[in-house]
């Protein structure tokens, strides 16, 4: 970290103190095989007023158990809601990748496919035809990358779509 001022020393206290104040507290899995991976993946289109920067959020779940989540600040500037919402399909893709992996390693097998949950219908449409049009070509890579992980891990794409979470 360049440059840490004593806020930061604050927030990081703040948390050692919480973690300290609540060992009972944690992430838990349940006991028992993995039947299915359920992945769900969220971006709010240019978060950052300064910079207009989208934030990824997504989170990991084998069956009603947490297994991973993250929210952070894309790398690079969207210049449409659709395309932060398919960097962040491509971000949670990714995830999804090196935990699949990581259960192979540990000899669990998956019996189900991976679900990957996407609140923008666009997006969808997108992960799902195989046409690149000139609207998409900026996302080209992560285009590739998720219909590539659709097709190794027999992945299935479906909206979801609450009141809070129109795309």
């Known amino acids: 970290m360049q440059r840490p001022k004593q806020y930061h020393l604050d927030a990081a206290l703040r948390v050692v103190r919480y973690i300290k104040g609540s060992p009972g507290l944690g992430v838990f899995l349940k006991r028992g095989?993995?039947?299915h991976l359920?992945?769900?993946?969220?971006?709010?289109?240019a978060a950052y007023p300064n910079t207009r920067r989208s934030?990824?959020?997504y989170v990991i779940k084998p069956g009603d158990s947490l297994l991973s989540w993250k929210s952070k600040k894309q790398q690079t500037i969207s210049r449409s809601s659709t395309e932060a919402e398919y960097?962040?399909?491509a971000a949670v893709a990714a995830e999804v990748t090196w935990i699949v992996g990581l259960l192979q390693e540990l000899n669990v097998a998956l019996n189900q496919p991976v679900y990957l949950y996407c609140d923008s219908k666009a997006t969808l449409q997108i992960a799902s035809n195989p046409i690149f049009h000139e609207r998409t070509k900026h996302i080209e890579i992560d285009c590739h990358f998720v219909?590539?992980?659709?097709?190794?891990?027999t992945a299935r794409t479906s909206s979801c779509f609450n009141k809070a979470s129109v795309g």
């Open 33 to 35: 095989p993995i039947s």
């Open 55 to 57: 934030i990824t959020g």
């Open 147 to 153: 219909r590539e992980k659709i097709k190794k891990w």
């Open 87 to 89: 960097r962040s399909l």
């Open 38 to 45: 359920f992945a769900y993946c969220d971006s709010d289109w």
